[in-house]
């Protein structure tokens, strides 16, 4: 590949490379909508979804792969600026640990529930007050896999532009859809589309596998620590509970939803 039109970063001290530093921090990330999406499968996916990339660093060192190689081929098609950088650059601005050597900024989507495409029979997942971004990721690969509509983000807590959602989750986070909204306008977008809230508690009244989910519905979960707030739980469908023989009070968020997928993927296959 021809080398000689892409700019070389050669210190730390670069503007953009401050810039990809800055953007570890939440505010700045919304302040200018930008992204960092790191690692060659994450910004496969990215680019074959229609994001926008602004930048992509290259460490030529790392990404001598013909998987890198096309990546870079595609992102210079799409109009991204190329910066060729060193080892040391890349560990300045990485996020992971042992990176490929591919780094992106890319504009981040619009996330609304305007532009969210519902099946015949919707299966959705409802995520509101996730500690942890790695759980809004994982729950991204389950959705994924279970072949549901998408995940509706209904809190001011969870960023789905943290680099730990889109590392967790393997880059779908661009292929699977997504919204990023507030509880008010879930439940009137839900209701609008005739779909069932189910709430996930340790206290819910049926337990997951006696619940018909054939129908439209959407699960929802919350912080591991509290639990759904009591409007979800007032205001549900039904709440499911999954039963458990251990000392712990509750499963993880990610496995929780990965569970009662499932038995709707099961349920529907008949």
């Excluded at 971004?133 to 960023?159: E, F, K, M, Q, Y």
Aim: hydrophobic content about 40%.
């Amino acid at each position: 590949m021809e080398r000689d039109h892409f700019k070389t970063l050669s210190s730390v001290q670069n503007p953009l490379a401050k810039q990809v530093v800055k953007l570890k921090d939440r505010r700045h990330r919304d302040e200018l909508g930008l992204m960092v999406i790191e690692g060659c499968r994450e910004i496969a996916r990215a680019l074959e979804s229609g994001i926008r990339i602004d930048q992509l660093f290259i460490c030529r060192e790392l990404t001598k792969n013909e998987q890198a190689q096309g990546i870079i081929r595609q992102a210079t098609q799409t109009g991204a600026e190329i910066l060729e950088i060193d080892t040391r650059i890349l560990e300045k601005i990485a996020y992971r640990e042992n990176p490929d050597g591919l780094l992106a900024v890319a504009r981040q989507p619009a996330w609304s529930l305007q532009n969210f495409r519902l099946g015949e029979s919707p299966l959705v997942v409802i995520a509101t007050g996730l500690e942890k971004p790695g759980n809004l990721g994982s729950i991204l690969r389950s959705v994924d896999a279970a072949g549901g509509d998408g995940v509706v983000v209904c809190d001011g807590i969870t960023d789905p532009a943290n680099p730990n959602v889109i590392r967790a989750s393997t880059g779908v986070l661009f292929t699977v859809q997504l919204a990023k909204t507030d509880p008010a306008e879930t439940f009137s977008w839900l209701r609008e589309n005739r779909i069932r809230v189910m709430a996930a508690s340790p206290e819910g009244h049926c337990e997951f596998w006696d619940v018909d989910w054939r129908k439209p519905c959407a699960i929802v979960v919350g912080t591991e620590h509290t639990g759904l707030d009591k409007r979800w739980r007032e205001n549900a469908d039904q709440t499911v509970r999954i039963p458990m023989k251990g000392r712990a009070d509750s499963l993880n968020v990610a496995v929780t939803t990965a569970l009662l997928l499932f038995e709707a993927v099961r349920q529907r296959r008949g």
